[in-house]
């Protein structure tokens, strides 16, 4: 069938245009939310400065894994586990260079039918191959040889990607990219603890830096899923997003590395009444010359009650305590969409988001939030400006955080950062008879630091500066993760077959 004929067939068909691909769809077909176009753009984005920084490494000579060295020269492959409408392995082959395959999985039969139906509509059946089984089969086959494992693998399920971890570390190649989504952030952000233990391996906690805990969970689950075949990861871009976090990573292979894994780990102790946190380290390292030696970790606190307002202590964790974005990927990153803006439909947030995510301390676990800090003590909201005035003059560094619009990261400590609010308290009086509990102990203590409110020029972020679009506005009414698909009257039928394992157990894809 010639495309003419093929488009007056599928004229009764809704037609969705993103990127260059265009697919046909109906809502009973295939799960597909136009919200997420930010998730595919920024996914498009990184792959192809990831090829770009591999062709780079080989034109330079320098060293580059064998896998990546060959396909950097004959073409990368790139496997999407859940792939639904086939949408973003479309916009794949169609966007990103050097591509060679593009598998395109799912395990349900409808969306299978609309993958090949997209494939062959956007003329692109030398590049995306649709398949149909269970994506960990799929990923397991390819886990056994070095030389057959994939250069990308994509994971974007709706719910956990727990399920698919373990399969997922072992089929992508050495120092090849790993994506993943979450959007089960209900449980990652702490609202049901013993699911989470059970998926990721962690304790999660209700807080106000739960949207940067959760992302640190989920890569403390893929390095501990690495780490059982001699792997570990590197963070390459680390995002929470609306509704659901988004991770790139490299995966290695590495005996030392995953040696120090513990090192990368720490345990959280979150007051149960006040804002303030305190991390264990979950292992520690110590270098002579050459020579690296790693060891369990030695208690911090002294106690088990909040220093600042006598507060028990809740155990959250562990979670991966090393940076969660490379500062040079990223920035490489923000300057390639910065030239080429019209690429991505979303590419002003996208540029206002890795604006943001250049800024922050790459070394400051989670964030305090400020007018929940206000809230502590009863007093007026301290600006976002005058706080950051305040611990600059004092010394210490401060930024903003891509996951919260009212946050700041520090590497000051819990006394400090209190000692300011204590100093705010002083100059902004707090009703007398709202003081008690916490707000009374917290403010009892005389601040060991004169903290000036004045702003200065440095307090302003350039991104503030620049007005850039850094936090989501609603795109549309009732948006967000939208439902599962409808499965037609078949599919259930099948899924009651005891034989078929994949549809009893297998997600369906988040596009």
């Known amino acids: 069938m010639d495309s003419t004929s093929l488009k007056n067939a599928h004229d009764n068909i809704k037609k969705i245009q993103e990127g260059k691909a265009e697919i046909l769809n109906n809502d009973q077909d295939a799960f597909y939310n136009p919200i997420q176009t930010f998730n595919r753009?920024?996914?498009v984005a990184v792959i192809k400065q990831f090829i770009k920084s591999c062709q780079d490494e080989v034109s330079t000579q320098r060293r580059l894994k064998k896998n990546l060295s060959v396909a950097a020269e004959n073409g990368?492959?790139?496997?999407?586990?859940?792939?639904?409408?086939?949408l973003r392995s479309i916009r794949y082959a169609l966007e990103l260079p050097n591509i060679k395959t593009v598998i395109a999985n799912d395990n349900n039969p409808s969306a299978f039918k609309c993958i090949e139906r997209n494939v062959e509509y956007n003329k692109i059946g030398d590049i995306v191959r649709p398949n149909f089984g269970d994506a960990r089969m799929a990923m397991y086959e390819k886990?056994?040889?070095?030389?057959?494992?994939?250069?990308?693998?994509?994971?974007?399920?709706?719910?956990?990607?727990?399920?698919?971890?373990?399969?997922?570390?072992?089929?992508?190649?050495?120092?090849?990219?790993?994506?993943?989504?979450?959007?089960?952030?209900?449980?990652?952000?702490?609202?049901?603890?013993?699911?989470?233990?059970?998926?990721?391996?962690?304790?999660s906690l209700r807080s106000k830096h739960c949207h940067e805990m959760a992302l640190r969970i989920a890569l403390s689950s893929i390095e501990s899923n690495a780490n059982?075949?001699?792997?570990?990861?590197?963070?390459?871009?680390?995002?929470?997003?609306?509704?659901?976090?988004?991770?790139?990573?490299?995966v290695f292979y590495g005996k030392t590395e995953v040696n120090r894994s513990a090192s990368k780990k720490a345990f959280v102790f979150q007051c149960t009444?006040?804002?303030?946190?305190?991390?264990?380290?979950f292992g520690s390292k110590s270098t002579t010359g050459n020579n690296q030696k790693f060891q369990p970790a030695k208690l911090n606190l002294e106690n088990q009650r909040c220093t600042e307002c006598d507060s028990k202590l809740k155990l959250g964790g562990p979670i991966w305590s090393d940076p969660i974005h490379d500062i040079k990927f990223s920035t490489d990153l923000l300057k390639a969409i910065t030239t080429e803006p019209d690429l991505y439909k979303t590419s002003n947030r996208?540029?206002?988001?890795?604006s943001v995510v250049s800024e922050e301390i790459p070394d400051q676990?989670?964030?305090?939030?400020?007018?929940?800090?206000?809230?502590?003590?009863?007093?007026?909201?301290?600006?976002?400006?005058?706080?950051?005035?305040?611990?600059?003059?004092?010394?210490?560094?401060?930024?903003?955080?891509?996951?919260h619009k009212s946050a700041f990261k520090t590497n000051a400590s819990n006394n400090i950062v209190w000692d300011i609010m204590r100093c705010w308290a002083k100059e902004n009086p707090v009703n007398k008879k709202k003081i008690r509990g916490p707000a009374e102990k917290i403010l009892q203590k005389e601040p060991s630091i004169e903290a000036s409110f004045d702003v200065i020029p440095g307090a302003n972020p350039e991104s503030r500066k620049l007005g850039l679009v850094r936090y989501q506005v609603n795109p549309e009414a009732n948006w967000g993760p939208k439902s599962r698909t409808k499965k037609r009257r078949h599919e259930d039928n099948d899924n009651k077959n005891p034989n078929n394992k994949s549809s009893r157990v297998e997600k369906s894809s988040s596009d």
């Open 41 to 43: 753009d920024m996914s």
């Open 76 to 86: 990368f492959t790139i496997f999407e586990g859940l792939s639904a409408t086939g």
């Open 143 to 203: 886990s056994g040889s070095l030389d057959s494992q994939f250069q990308v693998v994509d994971i974007d399920p709706y719910g956990s990607p727990a399920f698919f971890l373990d399969a997922a570390v072992q089929s992508v190649s050495d120092g090849g990219l790993l994506c993943v989504t979450c959007t089960d952030m209900a449980v990652l952000c702490g609202n049901h603890t013993g699911t989470c233990f059970a998926k990721y391996g962690s304790v």
């Open 228 to 250: 059982r075949y001699g792997r570990y990861i590197v963070p390459l871009l680390s995002i929470s997003v609306d509704y659901y976090i988004r991770l790139f990573v490299q």
């Open 273 to 281: 009444s006040c804002d303030s946190f305190y991390l264990q380290p």
């Open 350 to 354: 996208m540029i206002g988001l890795l």
């Open 365 to 403: 676990p989670l964030y305090y939030v400020t007018d929940s800090l206000a809230n502590s003590i009863h007093s007026v909201c301290i600006s976002f400006l005058k706080i950051r005035s305040a611990l600059i003059q004092l010394g210490y560094k401060v930024s903003s955080t891509h996951a």
